[in-house]
């Protein structure tokens, strides 16, 4: 994927989808709780004031740097 192509606001979306998710080799937790549990982070970022799930599904059926 060419991140040239997408704008910074998508791409923060992505990692924000991304970072959420639960994965098998963190014990079935999401990144960001790990972040939580290891002080990396204090609090899970917000993503604007936006309505989240709409500009999501937009995205989603435009182009996605992910799939779901």
Do not use: D, W
């Amino acid at each position: 994927t060419n991140l040239a192509t997408i704008s910074e606001k998508q791409f923060q979306m992505c990692l924000h989808i991304l970072n959420g998710k639960y994965r098998k080799s963190l014990e079935y937790r999401s990144a960001y709780e790990v972040a939580l549990e290891l002080g990396i982070i204090q609090k899970i970022p917000v993503l604007g004031t936006e309505n989240f799930n709409k500009i999501l599904l937009k995205n989603i059926s435009e182009k996605s740097c992910i799939s779901l």
